[in-house]
């Protein structure tokens, strides 16, 4: 085995971890509040606090070696996850359960904390294919990050519903601490021959301190036409993104028990590995920009019509769907990044993009939260909008729910159909085709 391979498992394993304590999180948020406004709050400040970190995730990859943050990663992960352990063994009995509790929001905190400290591996794997695989391979490599993600999502799905349901967060707190230790250990002895970050900087002509530097990564960015222009289209797709966070547990748990609800991601989440498994075979084509166009209209499209009723196997289709296809997307951006940003710089960059794109999606979370508890559910319940389309829509509060996965469909599809004919387009298409690569300076 690889040592590519070798670093796929051990991020696999790592994915497991923070998956499960992330999903169980939200799972037992849910069911201990039975509140929609909480679970969109926690979503919203994960993705602020993934976005406020990104960048300067990006320069720890940039600036040291990809293994040393990876296990770096690691044991910060292994300590929050501790304290939050401590902090529910402490809570007074019901503050837990209570929205306005600062129990339940420092349990919150910490372990959002412990969760995004496993980001930084989600920054690092993509510049170690960079270094690891031939260009005319790294299509397909990607596609194997898709699929370890996939199969991640798989396993904790089931995992975090059952833990959930038979022991609590407690469970989920557990079984994280149990794996850490393992992970660390393993990727602590896998030989990773990546090139010394202080040498690269060095040939590329960068003197001083290392530094986060976002100025000269924003030059390195503007380089290339049309890359902005990639990084704000997938801003503008998490930006309704946020919605799927906000929205999605508390819709399907509306349907199904937790633990039915955790299987029922098991077997969507196959479609991630489907999807992995196609992409290492064949590639994203000659053009990675016109598979991610054509996969974004196919899932807004999706995104409008899986919630059209009120139906378990509608929102299996659709779930399966936006999985089946969600690779592709971030294969395609990973591939244009790495063909086109020097390795030295490309944690900044990867970081960057994270930041940028991830801010849009908690703007989304803490809006659509309060909106759809105060407005979409009471107008499709007993409001003009039942009275209306409630007769072959349905009524109710998970209607509600759905009516705004219906409207972020429609929006985002008009979005990618105007990104599509646009010339910044054409210019990144034909910056890709012709290799041109971004020249790095700064720190």
Not at 269 to 298: C, Q
Not at 369 to 383: E, H, W, Y
Not at 411 to 424: D, E, P
Request: glycine content about 10%; hydrophobic content about 55%; aromatic content about 12%.
């Amino acid at each position: 085995m690889s040592a590519f391979h070798h670093v796929l498992v051990n991020n696999l394993v790592a994915n497991i971890v923070n998956f499960t304590v992330w999903f169980a999180l939200t799972f037992w948020v849910f069911l201990e509040t039975r509140s929609v406004f909480a679970t969109g709050m926690i979503a919203g400040l994960y993705l602020v606090l993934t976005a406020g970190l990104a960048f300067w995730f990006g320069s720890l990859v940039d600036h040291h070696r990809k293994k040393k943050v990876m296990l770096a990663s690691s044991l910060a992960s292994l300590g929050l996850y501790a304290v939050s352990f401590g902090v529910l063994a402490l809570a007074p009995e019901g503050a837990l359960a209570d929205v306005a509790s600062g129990w339940l929001w420092a349990l919150i905190g910490v372990v959002m904390l412990g969760v995004i400290a496993g980001n930084i591996r989600s920054i690092a794997l993509p510049t170690l294919v960079t270094a690891l695989i031939p260009e005319d391979r790294r299509d397909r490599a990607n596609g194997l990050v898709g699929m370890v993600t996939g199969i991640g999502f798989l396993t904790t799905s089931v995992i975090s519903g059952l833990l959930v349901a038979w022991a609590g967060m407690e469970g989920a707190l557990v079984f994280a601490l149990a794996l850490i230790v393992p992970v660390f250990l393993h990727l602590r002895f896998v030989p990773v021959d990546e090139p010394d970050p202080a040498v690269l900087r060095a040939e590329a002509g960068q003197s001083g301190p290392a530094k986060v530097d976002i100025r000269g990564t924003i030059k390195v960015i503007g380089v290339v036409p049309g890359l902005f222009a990639l990084i704000l289209f997938a801003t503008f797709n998490n930006f309704l993104g946020g919605v799927f966070m906000a929205l999605m547990d508390a819709y399907g748990l509306s349907l199904m028990p937790v633990e039915a609800w955790g299987f029922f991601w098991a077997g969507v989440s196959t479609a991630f590995i489907l999807s992995g498994i196609i992409i290492s075979r064949t590639g994203l084509g000659k053009n990675p920009l016109r598979t991610l166009m054509i996969v974004n209209v196919i899932c807004w499209v999706v995104a409008a019509l899986f919630t059209i009723q009120s139906s378990i196997v509608l929102l299996a289709i659709g779930c399966f769907m936006w999985m089946l296809l969600g690779p592709y997307a971030e294969a395609a951006e990973h591939t244009t990044l790495q063909k086109v940003v020097p390795f030295e710089r490309q944690g900044r960059v990867f970081g960057f993009a994270q930041s940028v794109e991830q801010a849009a999606s908690p703007l989304t979370a803490f809006l659509i939260a309060p909106l759809a508890q105060f407005v979409f559910i009471p107008l499709m319940t007993d409001g003009w909008g039942a009275d209306l389309i409630g007769d072959w829509y349905g009524r109710g509060p998970e209607r509600g729910m759905a009516l705004v996965f219906t409207v972020a469909g429609v929006l985002g599809l008009i979005v990618t159909l105007i990104a599509w004919n646009s010339r910044y387009f054409r210019q990144l298409s034909t910056a890709y085709a012709r290799g041109v690569k971004a020249e790095p300076n700064g720190g």
